[in-house]
C-alpha cells in the first residue's frame, strides 16, 4: 500500500513497446524528453506517455484509501513515404494487440483508438500514423 | 466554521458481536432517519394537527469490488444471504472521525454488478432494528 510511482507505471507501458519492438525486424522506438535523429524513409515508432485525471475511489484520508490514476498513451508511427501504408499497418497492429483490453502488473488498457493517419506528418517526409489509448490504474494508500 | 467533503467519511460494520471494523473500499453511504406522523386532529378543527410517531432508518453502502475473502467487507456484501437474521449485526456510519450514527439494523438487499469499462460496484441496502444513536 503506498501512493502509486509513476516511473513504474511508465516503465510498464514503455517496457512492453520496446521489448515488442526489439523484436526481429528491429524497429527503433523513441520515448519522451530523448533525443533522437530518424534516418530517412526508415521505419521508427514514437511512444509518448502522459498521465492525466486523478479521481477518488473509495472514501477515507491519506490511509486506507484508493484513488484511480487515469493517463493516455500517444504511439506515433512513421514509414517509408509514397510506398502505401501496409507496413504501417503492420507495426500498427503488433502495438496495437500489445495493449488492446490487456492488465499488466495492475495497469488497465483500454482499446486502443488507431492506426490512425495524421495529414501533416512531424517530422515531415514520412507516412505517419497514431495509436492512441488510455490507461488507469490504482492507487492504494 | 468547519466544513467536511465525503472522503472524511467512513463505514464499519460488525455481523457476530465485536467491535466494528472499517468496511475497505467504500465509495459512498447515505442514510434517511424518518419519524411517522400521527394525526391527532380534533374533530371540527380548522387546522390539521400531528404528534410524532415510530422512528427508523434506511439506507445504501457502495462498496467497490475488491475480491476480499475474510474480513467485514466480506461479510458485509454477503450478508443478505444469511438464512437467518435477527437484526443484530451493528453499524457505524461516520461523517468525520468521531461523529458517527449507530444503530443495529438488516441488510435487505445488495446488487451486484459489472459493466464493461468500469469498476465493479456493490450497493448494500439496509434497514434499523431499534434505537439510533446520531453521535454527529
Given at each position: 500500500m503506498a501512493a502509486v510511482n509513476l516511473n513504474t507505471v511508465r516503465s510498464v507501458i514503455e517496457?512492453?513497446?520496446?521489448?515488442?519492438?526489439?523484436i526481429a525486424p528491429?524497429?527503433?522506438?523513441?520515448?519522451?524528453?530523448?533525443?533522437?535523429?530518424?534516418?530517412?524513409?526508415?521505419?521508427?515508432?514514437?511512444?509518448?506517455?502522459?498521465?492525466?485525471?486523478?479521481n477518488y475511489l473509495t472514501l477515507g484520508g491519506t490511509t486506507g484509501s484508493s484513488n484511480s490514476v487515469i493517463g493516455v498513451i500517444v504511439i506515433n508511427i512513421f514509414t517509408a513515404k509514397g510506398v502505401g501504408p501496409?507496413?504501417?499497418?503492420?507495426?500498427?497492429?503488433?502495438?496495437?494487440?500489445?495493449?488492446?483490453?490487456?492488465?499488466?502488473?495492475?495497469?488497465?488498457?483500454?482499446?486502443?483508438?488507431?492506426?490512425?493517419?495524421?495529414?501533416?506528418?512531424s517530422p515531415e517526409g514520412y507516412f505517419q500514423t497514431q495509436v492512441r489509448m488510455t490507461f488507469e490504474t490504482f492507487e492504494d494508500l | 466554521?468547519?466544513?467536511?467533503?465525503?472522503?472524511?467519511?467512513?463505514?464499519?460494520?460488525?455481523?457476530t458481536g465485536g467491535a466494528t471494523?472499517?468496511?475497505?473500499?467504500?465509495?459512498?453511504?447515505?442514510?434517511?432517519?424518518?419519524?411517522?406522523?400521527?394525526d391527532t386532529t380534533a374533530?371540527?378543527?380548522?387546522?390539521?394537527?400531528?404528534?410524532?410517531?415510530l422512528i427508523s432508518g434506511s439506507g445504501t453502502v457502495e462498496v467497490l469490488y475488491t475480491a476480499s475473502s475474510s474480513d467485514e467487507t466480506n461479510s458485509f456484501i454477503e450478508m443478505v444471504n444469511t438464512a437467518t437474521d435477527e437484526g443484530a449485526?451493528?453499524?457505524?456510519?461516520?461523517?468525520?472521525?468521531?461523529?458517527?450514527?449507530?444503530?443495529?439494523?438488516?441488510?435487505?438487499?445488495?446488487?451486484?454488478?459489472?459493466?464493461v469499462g468500469e469498476i465493479e460496484v456493490i450497493t448494500v441496502s439496509f434497514v434499523t432494528n431499534g434505537a439510533i444513536t446520531l453521535g454527529i
Amino acid at each position: 500500500m503506498a501512493a502509486v510511482n509513476l516511473n513504474t507505471v511508465r516503465s510498464v507501458i514503455e517496457g512492453r513497446l520496446a521489448t515488442e519492438l526489439a523484436i526481429a525486424p528491429v524497429i527503433p522506438v523513441v520515448f519522451h524528453n530523448q533525443p533522437f535523429t530518424p534516418t530517412p524513409r526508415s521505419l521508427w515508432v514514437q511512444c509518448l506517455v502522459s498521465f492525466g485525471g486523478n479521481n477518488y475511489l473509495t472514501l477515507g484520508g491519506t490511509t486506507g484509501s484508493s484513488n484511480s490514476v487515469i493517463g493516455v498513451i500517444v504511439i506515433n508511427i512513421f514509414t517509408a513515404k509514397g510506398v502505401g501504408p501496409g507496413a504501417n499497418y503492420t507495426i500498427g497492429k503488433r502495438i496495437r494487440d500489445l495493449y488492446n483490453r490487456q492488465i499488466i502488473s495492475g495497469v488497465h488498457f483500454d482499446p486502443p483508438t488507431g492506426p490512425e493517419v495524421l495529414g501533416s506528418p512531424s517530422p515531415e517526409g514520412y507516412f505517419q500514423t497514431q495509436v492512441r489509448m488510455t490507461f488507469e490504474t490504482f492507487e492504494d494508500l | 466554521m468547519a466544513f467536511y467533503r465525503g472522503q472524511q467519511g467512513s463505514v464499519k460494520f460488525e455481523d457476530t458481536g465485536g467491535a466494528t471494523a472499517l468496511i475497505t473500499s467504500t465509495r459512498s453511504w447515505s442514510m434517511t432517519v424518518e419519524k411517522e406522523s400521527l394525526d391527532t386532529t380534533a374533530l371540527g378543527a380548522t387546522y390539521r394537527a400531528n404528534v410524532g410517531g415510530l422512528i427508523s432508518g434506511s439506507g445504501t453502502v457502495e462498496v467497490l469490488y475488491t475480491a476480499s475473502s475474510s474480513d467485514e467487507t466480506n461479510s458485509f456484501i454477503e450478508m443478505v444471504n444469511t438464512a437467518t437474521d435477527e437484526g443484530a449485526a451493528a453499524f457505524e456510519l461516520l461523517l468525520t472521525t468521531g461523529k458517527s450514527i449507530t444503530f443495529d439494523g438488516v441488510i435487505t438487499s445488495a446488487e451486484y454488478s459489472a459493466t464493461v469499462g468500469e469498476i465493479e460496484v456493490i450497493t448494500v441496502s439496509f434497514v434499523t432494528n431499534g434505537a439510533i444513536t446520531l453521535g454527529i
